[in-house]
T-cell receptor
Framework: GDSVTQMEGPVTLSEEAFLTINCTYT??????LFWYVQYPGEGLQLLLK?????DKGSNKGFEATYRKETTSFHLEKGSVQVSDSAVYFC?????????????FGSGTRLSIRP | DVKVTQSSRYLVKRTGEKVFLECVQD?????MFWYRQDPGLGLRLIYF???????EKGDIPEGYSVSREKKERFSLILESASTNQTSMYLC???????????FGPGTRLTVT
């Protein structure tokens, strides 16, 4: 079945460091890909998305490119801030899925040191 | 702004009690979902609904039921709460053919 694998955390970086969180997927068909973020004590928020191969999603300085050839959707940010500390979830949904169910990765906890 | 609200942020119940978790969305979305979130296990889908009175089981429906009498409201019911149902419960909604889901703030349920 469809699945998402993302790098295990926690990831701890210093402020202004470069961030990469790896995500790879397995899916039949042509899924849409997402990154969601969960700040402490809150629900999930959509961070960015890409709906077809070679699309780049971007938001708040974060970027991810839909790579069909490597089945990847890695999250990057050039200079992280303390306020980026959160849990990040990679996710996919396929056109064939009933009611557009989303399959989530297990999440990567990111901590940024001042 | 899409808004999904959940009836409680924190809830403490006793083993064997019947528990209702309520979710309301204000964007006229057709789809609504209930997940539970546990450390190391990520998000797991319990039930979802694509229309009023329609429901489908997700990956872990055992011990849960749901109700959707109105389009904007989706309730999760624990018929007889058990300690292994202590978890964070997240509700979400989306358009019928939309892929983005919008989440509520979550209810942290403790069963003692």
């Amino acid at each position: 079945g469809d699945s998402v694998t993302q790098m295990e955390g926690p990831v701890t970086l210093s402020e202004e460091a470069f961030l990469t969180i790896n995500c790879t997927y397995t899916a039949t068909g042509y899924p849409s890909l997402f990154w969601y973020v969960q700040y402490p004590g809150e629900g999930l928020q959509l961070l960015l998305k890409a709906t077809k191969a070679d699309d780049k999603g971007s938001n708040k300085g974060f970027e991810a490119t839909y790579r069909k050839e490597t089945t990847s959707f890695h999250l990057e940010k050039g200079s992280v801030q303390v306020s980026d500390s959160a849990v990040y979830f990679c996710a996919l949904t396929g056109l064939y899925s009933s009611a557009s169910k989303i399959i989530f990765g297990s999440g990567t906890r990111l901590s940024i040191r001042p | 702004d899409v808004k999904v609200t959940q009836s409680s942020r924190y809830l403490v119940k006793r083993t064997g009690e019947k528990v209702f978790l309520e979710c309301v969305q204000d964007m006229d979305h057709e789809n609504m979902f209930w997940y539970r979130q546990d450390p190391g296990l990520g998000l797991r889908l319990i039930y979802f609904s694509y229309d009023v009175k329609m429901k489908e089981k997700g990956d872990i429906p055992e011990g849960y039921s749901v109700s959707r009498e109105k389009k904007e409201r989706f309730s999760l019911i624990l018929e007889s709460a058990s300690t292994n149902q202590t978890s964070m419960y997240l509700c979400a909604s989306s358009r019928l053919h939309g892929h983005e889901q919008y989440f509520g703030p979550g209810t942290r349920l403790t069963v003692t």
